[in-house]
């Protein structure tokens, strides 16, 4: 975890101070801002690979410093915000945030957060030019082909199931609001809401789970879907 330069943007210290220490125990290389305009000049100056981002920030709104810092880097965002903000989750995660903490969360978890967020990384840094093949685990998409395959044994899949699978996997690793799911897959006509998405996704999942392929998509209650990178 020494190869990965983290900035922290959070105005309480308590917070802060619990994220520097954990990462400094994990060898993770790190520097902190305390309001948005900071957390820019850092992102700019610093050019940190993961930035952790509290949303209520006090001279500005944490999907401001969002909107800003993904115009020219493409650094993940872990954004940290409390319980009850489910919409401004959505919010940040439709302005290029990659992934969410609730508030209060355990250091065990915010460690598997940048883990999984290093690996998504890793995956991209590969990736440098869209592969024909997405491999994650036993699942298989051959984007050419149009083929999905678990433990190569090939699994039918409809249109719709096909073009969601296709998102997730070429968003692998983020979280994918109801909202930008349904806009990419069914354009702007809205023929679609999110309970007619839930209908789609339980049977892409049925139909991976019965290939033997469980739990690569999850579900974030309220907010949408995720495919993790294995
Ligand atoms: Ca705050």
Redesign the pocket.
């Known amino acids: 975890m020494n190869d990965i330069r983290i900035l922290i943007v959070?105005?309480?210290s308590s917070?802060s101070n619990l994220i520097a220490t954990t990462l400094k125990i994990h060898g993770c290389e790190y520097m902190k801002a305390t309001s948005g305009a900071q957390a820019i000049a850092a992102a700019s100056s610093l050019n940190p690979q993961l930035i952790l981002l509290?949303?209520?920030?006090?001279d500005m709104d944490?999907i401001e410093v969002i909107r800003s810092v993904r115009s020219w880097s493409s650094a993940m965002i872990i954004i940290?915000s409390a319980r009850h903000e489910d919409s401004d989750k959505i919010t940040a995660l439709d302005a290029g945030a990659d992934d969410y903490l609730t508030k209060p969360f355990s250091v065990d978890e915010l460690m598997a957060r940048i883990r999984a967020a290093q690996r998504r990384m890793n995956w991209l840094a590969m990736q440098k030019e869209e592969s024909a093949v997405f491999v994650n685990g036993s699942l298989k998409v051959d984007y050419a082909a149009n083929v999905v395959s678990v433990n190569d044994v090939p699994v039918h899949l409809t249109n719709i199931e096909y073009r969601l699978l296709s998102l997730l996997s070429r968003n692998v690793g983020k979280v994918l609001t109801h909202s930008w799911i349904i806009s990419r897959i069914w354009g702007n006509e809205m023929e679609s809401d999110i309970s007619s998405l839930r209908v789609y996704m339980t049977s892409l999942r049925k139909k991976l789970r019965q290939a033997g392929e469980n739990d690569i998509i999850i579900t974030h209650i309220g907010i949408g879907y995720q495919m993790i990178r294995r």
């Open positions: 959070e105005d309480d917070v509290d949303l209520g920030l006090p944490g940290i």
